[in-house]
């Protein structure tokens, strides 16, 4: 327990120090910082979940960001590549919608189609980013979860208006921020922003659905929850 505890109390500091930096002045060794120390606490009670990919590297992202979501435990979740618009995407599978909650597969799918320029964005993501975009996807699964499959098909048709989509998609980037993984989803905006290699209507499209860096960093605490 003490342990734990020592290490809450650095990540705290190390927050705060953060939050005295106005956001452009946030350099990637002071992102970067946060990935050792908050990855240092025991994830050995980690369920395990099917993973097909085949990216090391993601897959290990997957498990980090699945311990900020303790009620995923023991649900049926499949990382894999496949086509999708944007760089990755998360959706219940059609025969699983109207079974019980529990009891449903959700699939979180990794963009490989070779005719869109954000396909390769997840290949390029430091670690800490990586960890963040698998938070925002398993925050959307927990919201699949709390729906019945009558409210996941309506969720479905309501998302291909824009307004709807926007609305949707900051709430879930906020949920995100509130377990925990603020700034790992600050550092996959950062980088999507400054230094991914996507068109520029992919990167409006980006600013525009959802939160920008600045906004999540004024939404990250201090201090951890105890």
């Not at 395990?48 to 290990?60: A, F, K, P």
């Not at 949707?168 to 790992?184: N, S, Y």
């Amino acid at each position: 327990m003490k342990k734990n505890k020592y290490k809450y109390l650095i990540i705290c500091k190390l927050m705060f120090i953060a939050t005295l930096l106005p956001a452009q002045n946030i350099s990637e060794e002071n992102i970067m910082r946060f990935e050792d120390t908050l990855f240092s606490l025991d994830t050995a009670s980690l369920c395990l979940y099917s993973i097909s990919i085949n990216n090391d590297t993601l897959s290990v992202a997957f498990r980090r960001a699945l311990v900020f979501f303790p009620e995923l435990c023991g649900q049926k979740i499949r990382l894999q590549y496949g086509r999708t618009n944007t760089s990755m995407s998360a959706r219940p599978r059609v025969w699983s919608v109207f079974m019980r909650r529990d009891n449903r597969t959700y699939k979180l799918i990794v963009n490989n189609n070779p005719q869109k320029p954000q396909s390769q964005l997840l290949n390029s993501v430091p670690f800490n980013a990586g960890v963040g975009i698998m938070g925002h996807e398993l925050a959307h699964i927990l919201d699949y979860k709390s729906k019945s499959g009558w409210q996941i098909i309506w969720t479905g048709i309501r998302y291909g208006g824009k307004q709807y989509r926007r609305t949707l998609e900051r709430q879930t980037d906020l949920a995100t921020i509130e377990r925990g993984l603020g700034w790992q989803l600050y550092h996959f905006s950062y980088f999507l922003i400054h230094h991914a290699d996507i068109d520029d209507q992919y990167r409006e499209y980006k600013l525009d659905m959802y939160m920008k860096p600045e906004e999540i960093l004024e939404l990250i605490p201090c201090e951890p929850e105890v």
